[in-house]
Nanobody, 120 residues
Framework: QVQLVESGGGLVQPGGSLRLSCAAS????????MGWYRQAPGKQRELVAE???????KYADSVQGRFTISRDYDKNTAFLQMNSLKPEDTAVYYC??????????????WGQGTQVTVSS
């Protein structure tokens, strides 16, 4: 069973930085894309950033220029470098992966979420 495990969340002051990691594990699989979503209290889950299998990236307008998504393809890991954090970035951040197990078609896998709180 494929699992996505996030790490790196926490409490940071406005203007600070955090780096989230998401590691995929469990059997033989192919990762087509990886992304980060977030959900703030009372709001819908939204896409923050996404990276394709060939390294193309996409960002939400609200994080463009502040956040950077990257991948370590050998270690099946994705990262989200978050700089110039704002209080409105406070949310639970979820890792998402479009992953194919064996010969099966790709399926959406989710991590358990990691809390990011931006506050003074």
């Amino acid at each position: 069973q494929v699992q996505l495990v996030e790490s790196g969340g926490g409490l940071v002051q406005p203007g600070g930085s955090l780096r989230l990691s998401c590691a995929a594990s469990g059997g033989t699989f192919t990762i087509y894309r990886m992304g980060w979503y977030r959900q703030a209290p009372g709001k819908q889950r939204e896409l923050v950033a996404e990276i394709s299998g060939v390294g193309n990236t996409k960002y939400a307008d609200s994080v463009q220029g502040r956040f950077t998504i990257s991948r370590d393809y050998d270690k099946n890991t994705a990262f989200l470098q978050m700089n110039s954090l704002k209080p409105e970035d406070t949310a639970v951040y979820y890792c998402n992966g479009g992953i194919a197990v064996g010969l099966l078609p790709p399926y959406d896998y989710w991590g358990q979420g990691t809390q990011v709180t931006v506050s003074s």
